[in-house]
């Protein structure tokens, strides 16, 4: 069970604020997670997993200005869906100085804040003002999920660092150029562009340092896996760590039809992800069959297997260097088959992944 019975007589108000031309920095979306472990809502985890970093993300009126497929920000969805789910969950909204005052008094059980950007003109202002308020009264290390679209100089990824942000995500999100423009770019009448995003990477890397720039990428939007694994090695090369998300298909968005990726794919790239990031192996030496899926990683990966550890969610680090942004069931309804794990796998998960690992290969494994 999570903390979310504690203050219960107040979780059980209606705290959560409805449409009434209120935007962010007033106020601020979070998880459904995060509303939990705030005490803002009632409810338990799935085998008593825990979230350990606090999600948040701004919030305006005209929405995000990015026009993605996949997304559940995206500005065409019906009236209906728009905005009640963000990559798969619900994230209510609440006054942003509610969120700081829960902030404070469960802060012992988090180990990170994470504010998300979107691709509005205030954007960039606000998020300043929210990491330097956070900063100042929350102990808690802070990532900042900027919105490169918003970001033209060097000096604008270095206000972000002096306002308290230590750690940078960008959001790819796509492992080519060519899926990237289909789905961010003109193939939806998108704002953004694939090598200004790459632009912003490197020069995160360069203001905030190595290790401490993420880039998202989402398994299943139509890539190869031998062209996410490019990808993975590219990101490590230039100084930055993944973190690696499975689509799933957001009810009133572009793909809702679209169909995830299957288990097997998902959990080649977790271990591939995670080699290419520990430096165990790359892109160059790992083996891939004519459909580019990868049929061996280049050395023996049981022990890598037994340990669960390649399958658990990826995010950024607490001060104690494990990950903090677990995201609980961020991709898949809590259940008997979890693509990214919160917790340490036991012995039954790791034997279930196992099976799943080279599950859907087109040709054996070499």
Not at 54 to 72: A, E, H, K, P, S
Not at 298 to 313: D, H, L, N, W
Not at 337 to 356: M, S
């Amino acid at each position: 069970m999570s903390n979310t019975h504690a203050d219960r007589s107040q979780g059980e108000l209606n705290l959560e604020i409805e449409d009434m031309g209120l935007e962010s920095p007033e106020v601020i979306q979070t998880s459904l997670a995060a509303a939990m472990t705030l005490g803002l809502k009632g409810g338990i985890f799935y085998r008593n997993a825990k979230l350990t970093c606090l999600n948040l993300l701004l919030t305006y009126q005209g929405g995000c200005q990015g026009r993605c497929g996949y997304c559940g920000l995206e500005q065409k969805r019906s009236e209906k869906t728009k905005g009640t789910t963000f990559i798969r969950v619900a994230w209510p909204t609440y006054s942003f100085d509610l969120i700081l005052e829960r902030t404070k008094h469960y802060q012992n059980s988090l180990k990170r804040i994470c504010l998300s950007m979107i691709t509005h003109k205030s954007a960039m202002e606000d998020s300043l003002k929210l990491i330097a308020r956070l900063h100042r009264e929350v102990n808690l290390p802070i990532s900042v999920l900027c919105a490169p679209t918003l970001i033209h100089k060097t000096e604008d990824l270095q206000k972000l660092k002096d306002a308290g942000a230590d750690q940078l995500g960008v959001s790819i999100d796509a492992a080519t150029p060519e899926i990237f423009q289909k789905y961010r770019g003109k193939g939806v009448r998108g704002p953004h562009q694939w090598e200004h995003y790459w632009e912003i990477l490197r020069k995160g890397v360069d203001v905030f340092g190595s290790g401490k720039v993420s880039v998202h990428l989402i398994v299943g939007l139509g890539e190869s896996e031998q062209e996410m694994v490019t990808a993975f090695q590219q990101v490590h090369e230039l100084g930055a760590v993944v973190h690696l998300f499975s689509f799933y298909p957001e009810p009133g968005s572009a793909m809702a039809e679209e169909t995830a990726p299957s288990l097997g794919q998902y959990r080649r790239m977790q271990l591939a992800r995670y080699l290419i990031m520990n430096d165990i192996s790359s892109a160059q030496t790992m083996g891939f069959n004519s459909s580019g899926q990868v049929c061996n990683f280049g050395i023996v990966v049981e022990a890598f297997v037994a340990s669960g550890q390649p399958f658990r969610t990826s995010g950024c680090p607490g001060r104690d260097g494990e990950t903090a942004c677990n995201r609980p069931y961020g991709n898949e309804r809590p259940g008997i088959t979890l693509a990214n794990y919160p917790f340490v796998p036991n012995l039954q998960d790791v034997e279930k992944i196992r099976g799943e690992l080279y599950a859907g290969l087109m040709e054996g494994v070499g």
